[in-house]
């Protein structure tokens, strides 16, 4: 409904929903970990840092804002490069400057 009908009143909230619940179970989950050893403190944190690392990788890397990025970056390359066109009338430039330049030092000679 918040889609569909954004402007609609919401009549419903849960009572102190947006700081005793959160409390309440941040209290809860430090009150569980206070029986555990150290070796499993530890290894939970490593998961959970790994865990964190796989999410925003993937995160990064699926999102749009880089997809539009990249492909505006790639665009930008592809504006500097030459075009093929461009490098043969160069090159063709060239040839014929060097062509003029030995005629014109044989005819020197």
């Known amino acids: 409904m918040r889609y569909t ?35 499993t403190v530890f290894r939970f944190l490593v998961w959970t840092a ?17 997809k539009s990025i990249k492909s505006a ?11 093929i066109a461009s490098i043969t009338e160069q090159y063709t430039q060239n040839e014929l400057e060097s062509d003029l330049a030995s005629e014109n030092s044989e005819n020197a000679v």
């Open 73 to 83: 970056s790639i665009s930008s390359v592809t504006e500097l490069l030459p075009t």
């Open 5 to 39: 009908h954004g402007d609609m009143q919401r009549i419903f909230q849960v009572p102190f929903g947006s700081w005793l619940i959160p409390t309440i179970g941040s209290s809860l989950c430090i009150l569980l970990m206070r029986g555990i050893t150290k070796p």
């Open 50 to 66: 790994l865990g964190q690392i796989i999410y925003f990788s993937y995160g990064f890397w699926h999102s749009k804002q880089r």
